[in-house]
């Protein structure tokens, strides 16, 4: 199977920082293009940020300046680093992207399971 996992969500106070990782399994061979969203309860899943294969990336203004995405092609990682964190930035945290496997088999839109962020005090 191919897929992609987040993790590094938790809870933290206002002002402080968290980094998220989107790993693809095993069987994936390389990350394209990805997407860092997330949904608060009752509302519509947003974009965050997204980052090109080649390492391009694209913010929403809500996280402009706060919020950082890498990726590590060598572990088929994805990173969103996430600093100056607000109440408002709570939600749940998924990434998506095109994966190809080890066979060359393309895989478009993949999702993750999601990771909780929650920023309170």
């Known amino acids: 199977q191919v897929q992609l996992v987040e993790s590094g969500g938790g809870l933290v106070q206002p002002g402080g920082s968290l980094r998220l990782s989107c790993a693809a399994s095993g069987a994936t061979f390389s990350i394209g293009q990805t997407g860092w969203y997330r949904q608060a309860p009752g509302k519509q899943r947003a974009l965050v940020a997204i980052i090109s294969r080649y390492g391009t990336v694209n913010y929403a203004d809500s996280v402009k300046g706060r919020f950082t995405v890498s990726r590590d092609d060598a572990k088929t990682t994805v990173y969103l680093q996430m600093d100056s964190l607000k109440a408002e930035d709570t939600a749940v945290y998924y990434c998506?992207?095109?994966?190809?496997?080890?066979?060359?088999?393309?895989?478009?839109?993949?999702w993750g399971q999601g990771t909780q962020v929650t920023v309170s005090s």
């Open positions: 998506n992207g095109d994966l190809t496997d080890s066979g060359g088999r393309s895989f478009f839109n993949v």
